[in-house]
């Protein structure tokens, strides 16, 4: 029970974010979304430091100085399927007029849709292999520390639901549309939690390996999309100022319930 109620919590923020077209008239300004940009970045970076990178380190311990090779090569590699992904996706980002990837004639919604499950794919897998390792007894895990990243996800993905939203209402959406839109946007991350706990419980001695790929992917988000996003134009000491508030957050939940 502990398990799906982790997987959905992420989604649940999501929701919440997106229903903001119901409370919100305009478009959001670009003070508030340069903020709650940056407050993702800073919440994505905490989370793949303190709740998957270093317990990925702390499970192989024993092994001396190759302790760090199971969380270099997941990093890696999480980077690198990410970067693939990103390459054989036809999608298109909020804000962009021209889609990235390989020619395709799918609609500007589909592309938007695409581009946002690139997007919180790495999140879902992040949830999944934390509540994995803690199902595991993995040093550095508990299902306290699981629920952490679980609700700091959740948190992050409030901004994200309304970033995803908004300009879908703005763009003569309706509500509820734009509301759906936005919801469905973070469906991918319990499918991502899920199908990683599975692959997790056939593969533990690949567990070390797993956290760090969850870790790899988010880094390759917030450095190819969240960052630059928040530092174009006006505004980007906001976005800095909510990437110290995010991983502050972020950190002292995990540190707390861990």
Do not use: C
Request: charged fraction near 10%; aromatic fraction near 6%.
């Amino acid at each position: 029970m502990a398990l799906i109620i982790g997987l959905l919590i992420p989604l649940l923020g999501t929701m919440l974010g997106a229903a903001f077209v119901f409370l919100m008239k305009d478009e959001m300004s670009a003070r508030l979304q340069k903020s709650l940009l940056g407050f993702a970045s800073g919440v994505m970076v905490a989370a793949s430091v303190w709740s998957l990178l270093i317990p990925s380190m702390e499970m192989e311990e024993g092994s001396g100085a190759w302790s760090v090779f199971p969380a270099a090569t997941g990093f890696l590699l999480g980077i690198g399927f990410l970067l693939l992904l990103d390459e054989l996706t036809p999608h298109l980002h909020i804000g962009a007029t021209t889609p990235e990837g390989p020619r395709s004639h799918l609609s500007r919604t589909a592309m938007l849709a695409l581009a946002v499950t690139i997007h919180n794919l790495p999140e879902g897998m992040a949830v999944g292999v934390v509540f994995a390792g803690a199902d595991e007894g993995a040093a550095g895990l508990s299902l306290a520390s699981a629920l952490a990243v679980s609700i700091g996800i959740a948190i992050q993905n409030v901004p994200e639901g309304a970033i995803i939203s908004m300009p879908m209402r703005a763009a003569g959406n309706s509500k509820w549309r734009s509301f759906l839109l936005g919801s469905l946007s973070g469906a991918v991350e319990p499918l991502g939690g899920l199908a990683v706990v599975l692959l997790a419980s056939f593969m533990t001695p690949a567990l070390p390996y797993l956290l760090a790929f969850a870790a790899g992917a988010m880094f390759y988000v917030v450095v190819e999309e969240l960052i630059p996003e928040a530092s174009e134009g006006e505004h980007s000491n906001l976005s800095t100022i909510g990437f110290a508030i995010g991983f502050v957050l972020m950190m002292v939940l995990d540190v707390v319930m861990g």
